[in-house]
């Protein structure tokens, strides 16, 4: 009863992607999740996430993007359901930003169409945006939004019809390396399996100590304001966009599910540590911060506030992702620390997550993801 071929820890917006990956390849899998699915404090709601081809992080997560599109289209057809939005995308800043620049080599690197603009030609064409004349756009048509909470429940209901088996409300309090496979202590039960996936998100590190200073959760708020023209913040003429202002980054969304356009500010206020250190509720300095970006980039954008809503990100020390099996115990892999960007990557995350799983080993290239970057194996501090 209690023994399976994988449990996967975590079933929110990769753990879900990786237990239907895996009950595709006839695995019997088990699906813990600590909270309800989908729910509001971890990494994965908020209605709407950014997928964009264009990457200025690096031009190696190209080829990740290439097949992770192609895995979001197989789910939403198996589901039935629209879950990505195209609108096209904006990477926005001055010549030499990272975003700008950044985005415009991975385009180049990769044959990605796009066109560069001028920030005047950026505001008459999607007038939502009123940036200064001196900065540059790099619009990608194949860029927009994914539906998080959708996405969730149907990667589940999708691995359900599989065969696989997912709890809700069930804790994984400890785990335990037994001869070649794993021993999964819960707050309801005990459970073995030949391979176990850690997708804990903000929580990896309070089941693997080595990654509490590799995977530093951090708290973000989001903003929706009602657009004092709502016509030009629609879907079809306000691309998705990255924006880099005096060093700092800002992502932000057409309105979607919530009467008003949604956007952040990556690091927010720089707030790190454990999950349970944060403030859930939005405050007025968090409200401050936000409005005084939307004042100077979206004047008709910057109405009354519709929503204010709290997430976490989780930091790797390069803002690249921690995707590997453990070195003493390689029937244990993790995916952390996907430092503010890894949404648009689950549907892929959970094909190379069922890869490692099943064959300790993966056809993508994952190098820049290795644990051993940092200097250290993970059992050394
Ligand atoms: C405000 C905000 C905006 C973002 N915008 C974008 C964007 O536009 N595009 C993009 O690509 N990315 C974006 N990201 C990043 C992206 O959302 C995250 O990288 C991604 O959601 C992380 O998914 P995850 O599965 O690692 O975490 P989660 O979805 O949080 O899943 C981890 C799950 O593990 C569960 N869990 C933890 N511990 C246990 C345990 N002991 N037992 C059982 N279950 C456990 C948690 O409850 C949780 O459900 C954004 C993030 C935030 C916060």
Redesign the pocket.
């Known amino acids: 009863m209690n023994r399976f071929d994988t449990i996967v820890?975590?079933?929110?917006?990769?753990?879900s992607a990786t237990c239907y990956q895996l009950a595709n390849r006839g695995q019997r899998v088990l699906g813990?999740?600590?909270?309800d699915i989908p729910?509001t404090?971890?990494?994965?709601h908020?209605y709407t996430?950014?997928?964009r081809l264009a990457y200025y992080e690096d031009p190696a997560y190209v080829p990740l993007l290439r097949r992770a599109y192609e895995l979001w289209a197989e789910i939403e057809s198996e589901a039935g359901e629209q879950l990505f939005h195209r609108t096209g995308s904006v990477d926005v800043g001055t010549e030499t930003s990272q975003v700008f620049s950044g985005s415009l080599a991975s385009c180049i690197e990769h044959q990605i169409p796009h066109e560069v603009l001028a920030g005047a030609e950026l505001n008459r064409r999607f007038p939502g945006y009123q940036v200064p004349d001196e900065f540059r756009a790099l619009y990608q048509p194949d860029g927009g939004f994914l539906l998080?909470e959708r996405a969730t429940i149907a990667f589940v209901e999708a691995a359900q019809r599989l065969g696989a088996v997912v709890h809700a409300r069930?804790?994984?309090l400890e785990w335990e390396p037994v001869g070649e496979g794993v021993r999964v202590k819960t707050d309801r039960s005990v459970y073995e399996a030949g391979a176990l996936v850690f997708?804990?998100?903000?929580?990896n590190g309070?089941?693997l100590p080595e990654l509490v200073k590799l995977a530093v959760p951090e708290r973000?708020v989001?903003a929706w304001l009602q657009p004092h023209q709502p016509e030009l913040f629609t879907p079809e003429r306000f691309p998705v966009f990255n924006m880099q202002v005096d060093g700092e980054r800002y992502?932000g969304f057409p309105v979607f599910g919530v009467p008003g356009f949604k956007f952040?500010k990556y690091r927010h206020l720089y707030e790190q540590g454990p999950p349970e250190s944060f403030d859930w509720e939005p405050n007025a300095a968090d409200e401050a911060v936000l409005r005084e970006y939307a004042a100077e980039m979206f004047p008709s954008g910057n109405g009354p506030t519709m929503s204010l809503k709290t997430?976490?990100?989780?930091n790797s020390p390069d803002d690249h992702f921690i995707i590997d099996l453990l070195p003493e115990t390689p029937q244990v892999s993790v995916?952390a620390g996907?430092s503010?960007?890894?949404?648009?990557?689950?549907s892929v995350i959970g094909e190379i997550m069922a890869d490692l799983a099943t064959e300790r080993n993966t056809q993508h290239d994952i190098r820049l993801f290795r644990w051993d970057r940092f200097g250290a194996g993970p059992a050394a501090e």
Do not use: D
């Open positions: 820890v975590g079933v929110g917006g990769m753990g813990l999740e600590q909270f729910h404090q971890g990494s994965s908020g996430r950014i997928i998080p069930e804790k994984v997708t804990a998100g903000a929580w309070s089941l973000q989001l992502y952040g997430c976490m990100f989780t995916a996907f503010g960007h890894g949404y648009k990557f689950a």
